[in-house]
C-alpha cells in the first residue's frame, strides 16, 4: 500500500517552475509545475554533475539544468539525447489541488546517492 | 479505414527523404506517406559515392535511411520502381519496373524529388559499353568494377565531380586523362590562378590532363567496348573507361509529361510548392527557386525543412535562397571558394590577392562596396569558414580591411576561436571545452551519421552548443569531414526551434505590434511550442521588457538562474553573494559588515573579482536573503545580463598623475545605470589618466580621463575572444560622458540581440551607424538617454524590495517533510 504524504499545494509551486522537498535524510527532490499544471518530482541532481534540477528553466514536459544545459525529461528523469543518463524519478499524486509524493520513497529513494549514474563526458 | 492525408513522393534521394525525417518530427500522423525511387537502394549519401569510389569508404557505410526507419515511421518504399505518368485530374502516380508491372497510389500532395541526370555529350560512340556517367551506386559500382580489369580511364570534365572520379580511378590503380574543354580546372568555383595550381598538384599526383581539348567521338574496339578517345585536332588517346562528368540536368521529364511549368527545373515558390499545381511541391536537384537550381545539399534540406513546414501546415516558412561555398574532397588537396570569387572587371569589384605559388598557397577575396562577396582560397584554407561567414553576414569590412588577407587569427587577440587548424588537429584534441568534445567524435558522428550542419552536429555531439566560441573550429571540422558539399544555413537565423523566426524579426513584432506578454509573442508568431523553450524564452523575456518599460510585465520563470536568484550559481549549486561598491570604492562599516556575514553564514571563500569587488563564494541559497539583509548592500547583477561593474582608478583624487577624477565619474556612472538590464552582460571602466590602470580598452564603455576632458572608447571585450575597444569620441564634461554614455547603451539596449555583446552588435551594424546615431544627431542622443532613464526610474531593488521587483521568494525555502 502506498502512503502518501501531502508535501504543498499545486499553488505552491510556481507555474513554469519547481520547489525543492528537504528530506530527513539525503539529496533534496525538486517537485515541478508546467504550463498544463502537472506536477513532477525528480531527485534534486542533474545526472551529469548533480547540478540543482530545481534551478533550471522549465518547458513542456522538460527541465533545463542550470549548470551546463542538460535538457532532462521531467517525466523519466532522463537526459534527452545526446547525452546520456537519468536521475531519480518520484512518484507524484495530485488531489484537490494537493501534491502528494510516496512516504516509502521519500524515505528509501536515493537516500545513499552520491552515485546515481554519473555519465562519463 | 485511415483518414489520413496521403502524401506520395517521387524520388527517394537526399532532399526528399530529409523532407520526410523533418515532416515526421513535426507531425508524424497527417500522412500516409508512399514513396517511389527508381534505384534498388534505400536512402544514400550521394555526397559520400567519392569516397567510396577512392576506397575510403564502402556502399553500407554511406547508407542514411536503412530500410528499418521506413518501417519504423510506416512509409510505404517501393524500390526500382518508376513514376512514368501522373494523372493531376483523378491525383494517382503510376509507376513501372524493370519486369514492365504496373501500380498506382492516389496522393492528396505529392511531392516530387527527382533529382538531375547526368549530362552525356553528344558525341559519336556515348552509346558504347565501358561509357559511364558518374551520379549513383551503380555508376560507382561499374567504374570500381572497371578499375579490376582496365588500364586506361578518362574523365570528360574537370569540374568538381570530374576531379572527385579521376581521383578515385587512379586511387583504384588506373592510369586517368582529364579532358576539359575549359583553360582551368573547376572554373566555376576557381580563378585561372587557383586552377592551374590544382592542376600541378594532380599533375604530381599522376593524373593527366587534356586542356582545351574538344572530344570528336568515342572509338570501339572489336568487341564494341570503347577504346579510345579522339578529339578534334586528330589526336586522341586510349581509353577502356570513359566517365561524362560534364554537368547534371535537373530531370523535369515527368513534370513536364504533367505539364508543369519547368524552366532550368520546376519552379517552384518560396513554399516548394509549383507554380502550376499547388497540391503539387517540388524539392532539391529538380526544383528550380528563383531561377535556381542547386546541386549542393545543405541548401537542398534547407528547401526539405520548409517543405516539411509547409506540409505539417504550419505555413509560416519560406526559402528565401542559399548562399554556397565548395571544397573538394580529394584528400589532401585544400580549396575553398564562395560567393563572387572572380569579380567584376567593370570596377565595380577590388580584390586582395596573396600568392605564393612555390608554397602552393594562393589567396583571392573580391569586395564590392566594403563587403566581402567573394574568395577563392587555394592550399590554406584555414580560413575558409570565416570569410564565408564574412560573405553571409554582409557586415562591412573596411575596419578590418588591412588585416583580412591574413585570417581571423589576426584579427585582435584571439581565443581558439577558428584559430586551429582543423585538419591537422589530432582526433584526441578537445575542440569543445564546455561539453568536453574531441576532434575524433565530431568526425565520427558526421561519418556514422550523416550530418550536414552546424545544427545537426550541436545536436548530435553538443559541440559548440554552450559558449559557442569553437563554433568556427566545428565548421571547419564540417567542412573538411562532409567535404565539398558542406554549405552553412542561410543569411536568417532562427533563434531555435521554436520558431522559423530570428532574432530580429521576433523584435520588431513585439515593438511593432507592442505585444507585452510572452504568449501575445508565441501567438502572434505562431510558435512551435506552446511556452518556448530555454533558449527562446529569455530572449522573449528581454526584448519585451527593453520594448515595452513598464508596461510589459517581466516573467521570472523566463530568466536564467542567476538572474531569477539575484545571485550567481556555482559548481556545487551554492550561490555567490558579490555586495555592489560604487566604482570599486568601499568603508570600513562596509568591510565590517561583510566580514561579520561571512562568520555568520560560515561562507567558505573571500575573494577579490576581476572587476574590483569581493565575492563571497558558497552561500547556500536558503541563507541568501538574510545574506543581504545583513550586508545592507545592493548584492548582485554582478551575474545578470546587464550592468555588472564600473571598474576606476583613484584618478586626481589620489594619483600624481591623475587628470581627471576617475573614482567619481565611475560612481556617478554606476548609480546611474546600474540597475540597467541588457541583451547581454555589460561592463565599464574609467580611468583618470592615458595611463589607463583601469584598463578601460577592453571594456563595453570605457572612459579615459585627459587633460581637457574624457576620450571615450565602446564595444572592446575582455571575452573569449578579446576585442580592443574603438576610439568614439572626446568630450569635455562629465555630464556629456554620462549622456553620451546613457544612449549608446540605450541604442544597445534596444537594437541588441539578446546574448549579442556590444562588439557583435556594433560589429553588425557598423560604427559608422553608431556614430550617426549618438555623434551627429544631438536630439537622438538625447532622446535615447532620456528613454534609458525612463525605463530606470523606479526600477526597484531585486535584494530589498521583492515584491516591487517581483522576485519569488518561495525559491529561497525548502519544503519540509
Known amino acids: ?121 | 479505414m485511415s483518414h489520413k492525408l496521403k502524401l506520395v513522393m517521387v524520388g527517394n534521394g537526399m532532399a526528399g527523404v530529409r523532407t520526410l525525417e523533418e515532416l515526421i518530427k513535426l507531425t508524424p500522423d497527417l500522412y500516409d506517406i508512399t514513396v517511389f525511387g527508381s534505384e534498388p537502394h534505400p536512402n544514400y549519401n550521394r555526397i559520400l559515392l567519392s569516397p567510396v569510389l577512392a576506397g575510403e569508404q564502402t556502399l553500407d557505410e554511406i547508407i542514411l535511411n536503412p530500410l528499418d526507419w521506413y518501417s519504423d515511421n510506416h512509409i510505404t518504399l517501393h524500390t526500382s520502381w518508376t513514376v512514368t505518368e501522373v494523372d493531376r485530374v483523378k491525383r494517382i502516380v503510376h509507376a513501372t519496373n524493370a519486369a514492365g508491372e504496373v501500380q498506382s497510389a492516389a496522393y492528396d500532395r505529392l511531392i516530387l524529388a527527382t533529382g538531375s541526370n547526368p549530362f552525356m555529350l553528344p558525341v559519336p560512340g556515348r552509346e558504347l559499353e565501358g561509357v559511364l556517367a558518374y551520379r549513383d551506386i551503380a555508376d560507382t559500382q561499374a567504374m570500381i568494377d572497371a578499375a579490376t580489369q582496365y588500364k586506361h580511364a578518362v574523365v570528360i570534365g574537370g569540374g568538381l565531380l570530374g576531379l572527385e572520379a579521376a581521383n578515385g580511378l587512379m586511387k583504384r590503380g588506373m592510369r586517368v586523362t582529364v579532358v576539359h574543354v575549359g583553360e582551368w580546372l573547376m572554373e566555376r568555383q576557381l580563378d585561372k590562378v587557383a586552377g592551374g595550381l590544382l592542376q600541378r598538384s594532380l599533375e604530381e599526383r599522376g593524373m593527366q590532363f587534356r586542356m582545351g581539348a574538344h572530344t570528336q567521338e568515342l572509338q570501339a574496339d572489336k568487341n564494341g567496348r570503347v577504346a579510345s578517345v579522339l578529339f578534334k585536332d586528330g589526336s586522341y588517346v586510349p581509353a577502356e573507361l570513359v566517365v561524362m562528368a560534364v554537368g547534371i540536368r535537373p530531370n523535369t521529364a515527368l513534370a513536364e509529361k504533367m505539364h508543369l511549368h519547368c524552366e532550368r527545373g520546376i519552379v517552384v515558390s518560396d513554399t516548394l510548392q509549383t507554380v502550376t499545381d499547388p497540391r503539387i511541391y517540388a524539392v532539391g536537384e529538380c526544383a528550380a527557386h528563383r531561377g535556381i537550381a542547386y546541386g549542393l545539399v545543405a541548401p537542398l534540406f534547407e528547401q526539405g525543412k520548409v517543405l516539411a513546414n509547409h506540409l505539417a501546415e504550419f505555413g509560416i516558412g519560406r526559402y528565401t535562397g542559399s548562399l554556397t561555398s565548395t571544397k573538394l574532397k580529394v584528400t589532401g588537396i585544400d580549396l575553398f571558394s564562395a560567393g563572387d570569387f572572380m569579380g567584376s572587371d567593370d570596377g565595380s569589384t577590388e580584390e586582395i590577392v596573396l600568392s605564393d605559388p612555390h608554397e602552393g598557397v594562393y589567396k583571392k577575396l573580391v569586395i564590392r562596396n566594403d563587403q566581402l562577396v567573394g574568395a577563392c582560397l587555394y592550399g590554406d584554407t584555414v580560413d575558409g569558414s570565416w570569410y564565408f561567414k564574412l560573405l553571409r553576414d554582409g557586415r562591412s569590412v573596411a575596419d578590418i580591411r588591412e588585416k583580412l588577407m591574413f585570417g581571423e587569427s589576426n584579427i585582435g587577440d584571439v581565443g581558439h576561436e577558428g584559430h586551429s587548424k582543423a585538419a591537422s588537429m589530432p582526433d584526441d584534441a578537445e575542440v569543445c571545452g564546455c561539453n568536453g568534445v574531441k576532434k575524433g567524435a565530431i568526425c565520427k558522428a558526421i561519418k556514422d551519421k550523416g550530418l550536414f550542419t552546424l545544427d545537426e552536429v550541436r545536436k548530435h555531439t553538443k559541440a559548440s552548443a554552450s559558449c559557442g566560441s569553437c563554433t568556427g573550429l566545428v565548421e571547419q571540422i564540417l567542412m573538411f569531414t562532409a567535404g565539398g558539399d558542406y554549405s552553412a544555413t542561410p543569411k536568417k537565423k532562427a533563434i531555435c526551434g521554436c520558431t522559423d523566426h530570428s532574432h530580429q524579426e521576433v523584435r520588431d513584432a513585439i515593438r511593432d505590434q507592442k505585444l507585452l506578454t510572452s504568449d501575445a509573442v508565441f501567438q502572434f508568431l505562431e510558435w512551435k511550442s506552446p511556452t518556448g523553450c530555454a533558449t527562446c524564452r529569455p530572449a522573449i523575456n528581454y526584448y519585451r521588457m527593453s520594448s515595452w518599460p513598464k508596461e510589459a510585465l517581466d516573467d521570472p520563470q523566463s530568466r536564467l538562474i542567476n538572474e531569477r536568484s539575484h545571485a550567481n550559481i556555482q559548481k556545487d549549486g551554492t550561490y555567490s553573494v558579490i555586495p555592489r561598491m560604487w566604482g570599486g570604492e568601499t568603508t570600513a562599516d562596509e568591510l565590517r559588515r561583510i566580514a561579520d556575514v561571512v562568520d555568520k553564514y560560515n561562507i567558505p571563500t573571500v575573494k577579490v573579482t576581476g572587476g574590483q569587488r569581493i565575492d563571497l563564494l558558497g552561500v547556500k541559497k536558503e541563507d541568501l536573503v538574510n545574506v543581504w539583509k545583513d550586508i545592507g548592500m545592493p548584492c548582485g547583477h554582478a551575474y545578470a545580463k546587464a550592468l555588472r561593474t564600473v571598474k576606476t582608478c583613484v584618478g586626481s583624487e589620489w594619483c600624481r598623475m591623475g587628470t581627471q577624477d576617475s573614482t567619481q565619474m565611475g560612481k556617478d556612472l554606476e548609480k546611474a545605470m546600474w540597475r540597467m538590464y541588457a541583451p547581454h552582460k555589460v561592463k565599464f571602466a574609467v580611468s583618470g589618466c592615458p595611463r589607463n590602470c583601469a584598463e578601460a580598452g577592453i571594456k563595453d564603455v570605457g572612459i579615459i580621463g585627459v587633460d581637457s576632458g574624457w576620450e571615450m572608447y565602446i564595444a572592446g571585450n575582455g571575452g573569449i575572444k578579446t576585442e580592443v575597444a574603438e576610439f568614439f569620441v572626446k568630450v569635455k564634461t562629465s555630464e556629456e560622458v554620462m549622456e553620451y554614455t546613457g544612449a549608446f547603451m540605450q541604442l544597445y539596449r534596444e537594437e541588441g540581440w539578446y546574448l549579442e555583446r556590444t562588439v557583435h552588435y556594433v560589429n553588425r551594424v557598423g560604427m559608422d551607424y553608431v556614430k550617426k546615431k549618438i555623434l551627429d544627431d544631438e536630439a537622438g542622443r538625447k532622446a535615447l538617454w532620456a528613454r534609458l532613464q525612463f525605463a530606470l526610474d523606479g526600477e526597484p531593488d531585486p535584494w530589498f524590495e521583492f515584491d516591487k521587483a517581483q522576485v519569488d521568494t518561495r525559491q529561497f525555502e525548502a519544503i519540509t517533510v
Do not use: Y
Not at chain 1, 35 to 41: G, H, I, N, P, R
Not at chain 1, 44 to 62: I, M, W, Y
Open chain 1, 1 to 121: 500500500m502506498t502512503e502518501w504524504k501531502v508535501i504543498c499545494k499545486v499553488d505552491d509551486i510556481p507555474v513554469l517552475g519547481a520547489r525543492r522537498v528537504q528530506r530527513a535524510k539525503g539529496v533534496e527532490v525538486a517537485v515541478f509545475r508546467n504550463a498544463e499544471d502537472k506536477v513532477f518530482a525528480l531527485l534534486d541532481q542533474c545526472p551529469h554533475k548533480r547540478g540543482p534540477l530545481s534551478q533550471g528553466l522549465v518547458f513542456g514536459e522538460t527541465v533545463v539544468c542550470p549548470l551546463h544545459n542538460w535538457h532532462i525529461g521531467l517525466v523519466d528523469g532522463c537526459a534527452h539525447a545526446p547525452d546520456e543518463g537519468c536521475t531519480t524519478r518520484f512518484a507524484v499524486r495530485v488531489e484537490n489541488g494537493n501534491v502528494a509524493l510516496d512516504v516509502n520513497e521519500l524515505n528509501t529513494l536515493a537516500i545513499e546517492d552520491a552515485t546515481v549514474a554519473m555519465v562519463a563526458n
